[in-house]
């Protein structure tokens, strides 16, 4: 069976790219590899995420879920190093480049692991949680990380997601609005839309 950027041990031969990225005046160097989620660059979606964040009022952590190599959570943390961040991802490749990326860049407010879901940190509160969700594992997968994600929250924290129109932001809306209180489309770029579920 092929790998996917959700298999949990990717069995494909790594294959590392370099490259830099310009955030904050700061210059990151990101390595990423076969067997992870865009492995060339920081994907679009990501980086309309990244540029589109604001932190919420409410004080605690953030949750990048699903993580990948690592360039949503270990560019906000950099960007908001009074805020500790927790990364996760079920891919363990994805794991150890997001540890090397954040030893790279010198990013120390990050605590990485290995989680599906939310089920290696299902006892902690955040104040937001942003994902990249993973859409080629389908809308059942996809929706249970929103379920997961609202328990998740402290009391008036937030949800971020990225989702292109095509691939079900329409649908993904009227989904999270079952679950909070109030959904915003914040930005939408090259048929991406960014939403805040309050």
């Not at 560019?75 to 997001?98: C, G």
């Amino acid at each position: 069976m092929a790998d996917h950027y959700y298999t949990e041990n990717p069995h494909s031969k790594m294959n590392k790219n370099k490259w830099t990225y310009d955030f904050e005046g700061k210059t990151f160097r990101f390595i990423s590899s076969t067997g992870v989620f865009s492995k060339e660059r920081i994907d679009f979606g990501s980086r309309t995420l990244i540029d589109a964040f604001e932190l919420p009022q409410v004080s605690g952590g953030v949750l990048d879920l699903g993580c990948g190599y690592g360039p949503i959570g270990l560019l906000l943390a950099s960007k908001f190093s009074e805020r500790h961040f927790t990364m996760v991802d079920v891919n363990e490749r994805a794991i150890e480049l997001a540890k090397e990326n954040a030893r790279n860049n010198e990013v120390d407010n990050v605590t990485i692991l290995k989680s599906d879901g939310l089920q290696n940190v299902n006892h902690e509160k955040y104040a937001a949680i942003l994902t990249n969700p993973p859409i080629r594992r389908g809308k059942k997968v996809i929706y249970e990380l929103f379920k997961q994600s609202k328990s998740a929250l402290e009391e008036d924290g937030e949800l971020w997601v990225v989702i292109q129109k095509k691939q079900g932001a329409p649908s993904a809306i009227k989904f999270l609005e079952t679950l909070f209180n109030r959904v915003e489309v914040v930005q939408k770029k090259k048929g991406y839309y960014i939403m805040v579920a309050k």
